[in-house]
């Protein structure tokens, strides 16, 4: 009997210890806040304020180009998860590479459930969004499209200069928007991003969004900056040009959580 009621007394301890070491496991978040960083490359290597102006760099074509400036705009980001549920978050993205301040995107509404998802956006702005004149601080950066080739707003300026191992470089304005078919008839020129690679969320996160811009002259038109510098806003074909090779300039990077 005495062996029996050790036993039970065993059992009974090692039932109450169990119990407590349930306790003390804490579940994890089921819902986590979301940021998005942006890091810029040209075939891997790093462009930001520091060497923008002075990096040379050569496009697919072999001429060999400096960069002046780089600004771009992205919008309606969002996760969609396993089930095709999509977590839409407010605001756009405008992003110049002089103001590594604007490398960062932490959405008012950034309150999605742990799980795993693929991200979406919108490169430039949809119909719905490129109203004409409609943002106050796209306005005052001077990232207007003009009236005449559409309205609304820029989606890229990207200039510098090309062939500048000659001694006659020259100028290029490699800037996309809406698409002038002919006057007064325009073709919206956004491109909807689909970013396959898949994103686990299992606790407040910061993703981060790879943007290698030498895509833009390669992929999947090579780009020939002899033919096609300047003048390229009202040009239809370059802009349809640009339109096709956005799709490859972005990549998911690192998740820190």
């Not at 089930?83 to 407010?90: M, V």
């Not at 992003?95 to 459930?113: A, G, K």
């Not at 719905?128 to 207007?144: C, E, H, Q, V």
Request: aromatic content about 12%.
């Amino acid at each position: 009997m005495k062996k029996i009621l050790a036993l039970l007394s065993f059992v009974l301890l090692f039932i109450a210890c169990s119990e407590d070491k349930d306790d003390n496991i804490l579940p994890g978040p089921t819902n986590a806040n979301i940021s998005f960083t942006f890091s810029h490359n040209w075939d891997g290597t790093t462009i930001n304020s520091t060497n923008l102006q002075t990096e040379i760099v050569t496009n697919e074509h072999g001429e060999k180009m400096s960069m002046a400036r780089i600004r771009y705009l992205i919008s309606r980001l969002e996760l969609v998860n396993e089930n095709g549920d999509a977590y839409l978050f407010d605001d756009y993205k405008f992003t110049d590479l002089q103001d590594e301040s604007t490398y960062s995107f932490t959405p008012v509404n950034n309150n999605i459930p742990t799980g795993n998802y693929t991200l979406k956006f919108i490169w430039g702005f949809n119909e719905t969004d490129n109203i004409d004149g409609a943002y106050l601080d796209l306005n005052s950066a001077s990232w207007n499209w003009p009236a005449m080739l559409g309205g609304g707003y820029h989606f890229l300026q990207f200039d510098g200069q090309y062939n500048v191992d000659t001694s006659a470089p020259s100028p290029f304005n490699f800037h996309n928007g809406t698409a002038r078919v002919s006057d007064g008839v325009f073709e919206q020129n956004f491109a909807e991003i689909n970013l396959s690679t898949p994103i686990t969320i299992t606790n407040n996160a910061t993703i981060e969004v790879k943007m290698n811009f030498a895509e833009f002259f390669k992929n999947p038109n090579t780009w020939d900056l002899n033919v096609l510098d300047t003048p390229l806003m009202p040009n239809y074909d370059a802009q349809k040009m640009m339109q096709e090779n956005v799709a490859s300039v972005f990549s998911i990077g690192n998740i820190t959580q």
